[in-house]
């Protein structure tokens, strides 16, 4: 069960970096790396925007249960 969770917790940390590095920057940080000047197609889109942010808010839930219940497993 341990390990379960402590390998869910990577994947869902992995993923969680990534979808924050993907989200439309304000002023040119770190998004503007990756193709922020050009002008897309997918990057003004704001369905892609509110999928984004569903799916980061979604790992974002689960890698908290992970920590929870890890916590929880090392505590007993």
């Known amino acids: 069960m341990q390990l379960l969770f402590e390998a869910l917790l990577i994947v869902t940390s992995v993923l969680l970096i990534a979808a924050i590095l993907l989200h439309k920057g304000r002023g040119g940080g770190l998004s503007s790396m990756f193709g922020g000047s050009m002008s897309s197609q997918l990057s003004g889109s704001?369905?892609?925007?509110?999928?984004?942010?569903?799916?980061?808010?979604?790992v974002g839930v689960i890698w908290l249960i992970c920590i929870v219940v890890l916590g929880l497993i090392h505590k007993i």
């Open 46 to 58: 704001s369905v892609v925007e509110k999928n984004l942010n569903i799916a980061t808010i979604f």
